[in-house]
């Protein structure tokens, strides 16, 4: 593990896997800073929140998800934000309960405002006491988390 400016990341390969952002570092900075809505008022310990930012990725969108509910951890929340998809996104993730996604699944809709706002969106919802972010045509190694 090594910290990576207040996130922790793991290095595997060279390459940084699971950066996430603990907020009891920053409780008593939020507490002096009212104007900080990201941050939830009260959070879950150990629970990772994922926030998956998505945009006209229906072909790929599903195999994201898959890849965060095959992680070992057993305390995860999935935040996925559907950017104002033009295809056929949107009812690939209305269908998820049918295909019986095992964690917590809290889907978000928003106009096009870009991948930004959609990972700001999902991180506004989020109650785990760490986020992650993955993008909708990435997929997580198993035991990544």
Same mark, same amino acid.
């Given at each position: 593990? #090594?910290?990576?400016?207040?996130?922790?990341?793991?290095?595997?390969?060279?390459?940084?896997?699971?950066?996430?952002?603990?907020?009891?570092?920053?409780?008593?900075?939020?507490?002096?800073?009212?104007?900080?809505?990201?941050?939830?008022?009260?959070?879950?310990?150990?629970?990772?929140?994922?926030?998956?930012?998505?945009?006209?990725?229906?072909?790929?969108?599903? #195999?994201?998800?898959?890849?965060?509910?095959?992680?070992?951890?057993?305390?995860?929340?999935?935040?996925?934000?559907?950017?104002?998809?033009?295809?056929?996104?949107?009812?690939?993730?209305?269908?998820?309960?049918?295909?019986?996604?095992?964690?917590?699944?809290?889907?978000?809709?928003?106009?096009?405002?870009?991948?930004?706002?959609?990972?700001?969106?999902?991180?506004?919802?989020?109650?785990?006491?760490?986020?992650?972010?993955?993008?909708?045509?990435?997929?997580?190694?198993?035991?990544?988390?």
């Amino acid at each position: 593990m #090594k910290d990576c400016g207040g996130s922790v990341a793991e290095e595997r390969g060279g390459i940084d896997f699971a950066c996430a952002m603990t907020f009891r570092g920053i409780e008593e900075a939020a507490a002096s800073a009212p104007g900080r809505p990201w941050l939830p008022e009260a959070f879950t310990p150990g629970l990772v929140s994922v926030v998956i930012p998505t945009y006209n990725r229906a072909g790929l969108v599903v #195999k994201a998800i898959e890849s965060v509910n095959a992680q070992s951890w057993p305390s995860l929340e999935i935040v996925v934000v559907d950017d104002g998809s033009e295809d056929q996104t949107l009812d690939v993730l209305r269908s998820l309960p049918e295909l019986g996604c095992g964690r917590i699944l809290g889907m978000r809709e928003q106009s096009n405002q870009g991948v930004s706002a959609a990972r700001n969106h999902g991180t506004r919802s989020c109650t785990g006491e760490f986020i992650m972010y993955l993008d909708s045509d990435d997929t997580l190694v198993p035991d990544a988390i």
